[in-house]
T-cell receptor, first 109, second 113 residues
Framework: RKEVEQDPGPFNVPEGATVAFNCTYS??????FFWYRQDCRKEPKLLMS???SGNEDGRFTAQLNRASQYISLLIRDSKLSDSATYLC??????????FGKGTRLSVIA | DVKVTQSSRYLVKRTGEKVFLECVQD?????MFWYRQDPGLGLRLIYF???????EKGDIPEGYSVSREKKERFSLILESASTNQTSMYLC????????????FGPGTRLTVL
C-alpha cells in the first residue's frame, strides 16, 4: 500500500481556470504535510506547508482533512507559469519526509 | 541564499564501474538525503544521514553506499554500476528537526551503459 497517493494527471487547464489536486495518505500518525513544486528538469522546491486550519498563499489554498486522511491544493486563476508537477509530502514523526509521485499540471493559453 | 550543489549535472559510466556522486550544502544542515527519481516512480529515498558519520538506509539502498565524513558533504557511491541504476539522482538537506523543509540540489542525470 502506497503511503502517499496522488492522481498523476496530467491536468490540462486553460489560463484563468481553478484547479484542485487531492492527495491521500495511509499513516494516521502523520503529523506534518506539505506541497512541493517541481518544474520540468528542475529540483523540487517547497510551495507551502499545510496546516490543520487550512492556509492560503495568494492564489494557492491548502487544506487538510485528518479524519479522511487527505490533503488538497487549490489553485485559482491559473497562470502559464503554474505548469509544473505538484508533489504531496507527508511526515510521520521521526522519519524522513514521504513524497507522493506528483500530479502534473499544464496550463494552456 | 541556501545552496545544495552536486558534483555533476550529467554523467555517463560503464557497467561495473565504481561511481561517486558528491553533494555539498552550505547551510550547516544536520540532515542530508539521497534520492533517485524515475518516470512513474517518483522520488525514492536511497540513504539519509542525520549527523556526521551517521547513515541510515532508505527505501532502496541495495547497490548503493554513502559516506558522510564532514557535515557539509554527503557522497553516494555505486560500488559496481548497473544499467538499472540509470536515473536522476537528487541530493537534499534540511535543518535538524525532522519536519524541516528539504532543499534539493539540481540533480545528476546518470546514464550507465
Amino acid at each position: 500500500r502506497k503511503e502517499v497517493e496522488q492522481d498523476p494527471g496530467p491536468f490540462n487547464v486553460p489560463e484563468g481556470a481553478t484547479v484542485a489536486f487531492n492527495c491521500t495518505y495511509s499513516n494516521s500518525a502523520s503529523q506534518s504535510f506539505f506541497w512541493y513544486r517541481q518544474d520540468c528538469r528542475k529540483e523540487p522546491k517547497l510551495l507551502m506547508s499545510v496546516y490543520s486550519s487550512g492556509n492560503e498563499d495568494g492564489r494557492f489554498t491548502a487544506q487538510l482533512n485528518r479524519a479522511s486522511q487527505y490533503i488538497s491544493l487549490l489553485i485559482r486563476d491559473s497562470k502559464l507559469s503554474d505548469s509544473a508537477t505538484y508533489l504531496c509530502v507527508v511526515n510521520s514523526g521521526n522519519t524522513p519526509l514521504v513524497f507522493g509521485k506528483g500530479t502534473r499540471l499544464s496550463v494552456i493559453a | 541564499d541556501v545552496k545544495v550543489t552536486q558534483s555533476s549535472r550529467y554523467l555517463v559510466k560503464r557497467t561495473g564501474e565504481k561511481v561517486f556522486l558528491e553533494c555539498v550544502q552550505d547551510m550547516d544542515h544536520e540532515n542530508m538525503f539521497w534520492y533517485r527519481q524515475d518516470p512513474g516512480l517518483g522520488l525514492r529515498l536511497i540513504y539519509f544521514s542525520y549527523d556526521v558519520k551517521m547513515k541510515e538506509k532508505g527505501d532502496i539502498p541495495e547497490g548503493y553506499s554513502v559516506s558522510r565524513e564532514k557535515k557539509e558533504r554527503f557522497s553516494l557511491i555505486l560500488e559496481s554500476a548497473s544499467t538499472n541504476q540509470t536515473s536522476m539522482y537528487l541530493c537534499a538537506s534540511s535543518d535538524s528537526g525532522r519536519v524541516s523543509e528539504q532543499f534539493f540540489g539540481p540533480g545528476t542525470r546518470l546514464t550507465v551503459l
